[in-house]
């Protein structure tokens, strides 16, 4: 098994989206994995716990003897038509297990012996992880980073869509980063977002760029964590302040949090059992915010939101929604974002509409671009 070839370019296989066959069981997979990862494991989760209870009584070469037995005769010949069959679709996929061991082996023996030679990724997903963390935080530390602030919906995400820097967190992590940011479909796992944003650095630093900009997040978007690193590089990165007056604002997050995005619920799960997943996603975000509003803001809040949902269930217009989004925005983001920002004052790069403010990424962009320093 030994001789079999060994893939060793890391950077390669993230930077040419090189095809992968996991190997791994199913729950090692739906922790984490690589975006052109396909889970075809040499064994079950079940049957990777018999094997593994087996190591630790009765140690390695009794497991090896089990794993055989549970993967073999009709087991197996099946499951190497599997890969078989991955590799007809994608010739070049590269094969891995957690570290390169014995799983991955096996499997690129039983291959090569079908009259298939692939190479195994050498240590595996575990050296694979490994580069992306180490990736990620060269990245942080040795690229400058922009902060995108501004107050809560000045429409930042939509702003980052037109400055060439950016990176868009709350697109890897499928969440738009607030109590109402949630969005049908979930959120990727903690690993594949940082995983996926680690590629996007790494193949984006290979093309010779060293300045990003980001918008302002606090440490969870959503459930997923940005990367330390990353999360301290931004704490101390200079911010851009967008200024939007609140009316504006207002009709922003209408659009996105109320039209949009019940336009995305019809879309995954049809208009009759879309709606009410839709009301008790509004109603859900705004009820988190309880013990900051306080009881009294909170039933405000609540009976202008209902009564909008009850004129958009009967007539399909969002616009009463207006009411209590002004009201949280005057009684708690606005407060909340000033007393932040005072906060970071000194941080302060450059400050104006949403027009100047690109402008200025335009700028640093020509900017950046004719300077003769090395990319980082």
Known sequence: MSELPLA????????????LIDLRAPIEFKEGAFPTAVSLPLMTDEERAKVGTCFKQQGQAAAIALGHKLVGGAVRAERLEGWLAQLRQQPDALLYCFRG??????????????????????????????????????????????????????????????????VDLEGHAHHRGSSFGQLPGGQ??????????????????????????????????????????????????????VDVPQEERAEQIRVDYVQDLWQRYQEMYGADEGWPLFAG???????????RLGDRDHRELDQLMQAALCEQAG??????????????????????YLYQ?????????????????LAFFAEQQAAEANQETPAC
Request: hydrophobic residues 40%; charged residues 25%.
């Open 281 to 291: 996603y509004l109603t859900d975000a705004l009820a988190r915010l309880k013990k």
């Open 8 to 19: 060793t370019d890391l950077a390669g296989i993230f930077l040419q989206d090189v095809p």
């Open 315 to 336: 007539s399909g217009h969002t616009e009463l929604h207006l009411a209590w989004i002004r009201l949280l925005l005057t009684r708690y983001y606005d407060p909340m």
């Open 341 to 357: 920002l005072n906060n970071k004052r000194e941080r302060i790069r450059f400050r104006g509409d949403k027009q100047a403010c």
């Open 188 to 241: 990727p796992s903690n690993i594949n977002f940082e995983n996926n944003i680690a590629i996007e650095l790494l193949k984006r630093r290979h093309r010779g760029e060293h300045a990003f900009v980001v918008e302002d997040e606090s440490r969870l978007i959503g459930r997923c964590a940005l990367p330390h690193s990353l999360y301290e590089a931004m704490c101390q990165a200079p911010l851009v302040v």
């Open 101 to 166: 061991g014995l799983r991955s082996q096996t499997v690129q023996q039983w291959l090569h012996e079908a009259g298939v030679t692939r190479p195994r990724v050498a240590g595996g997903y575990k050296e694979l992880r490994r580069f992306l963390i180490d990736t990620q935080e060269r990245a942080a530390a040795e690229c400058h980073w922009t902060v995108l602030t501004g107050m809560t919906g000045s429409g930042k995400t939509h702003m980052l869509g037109q400055v060439a820097q950016a």
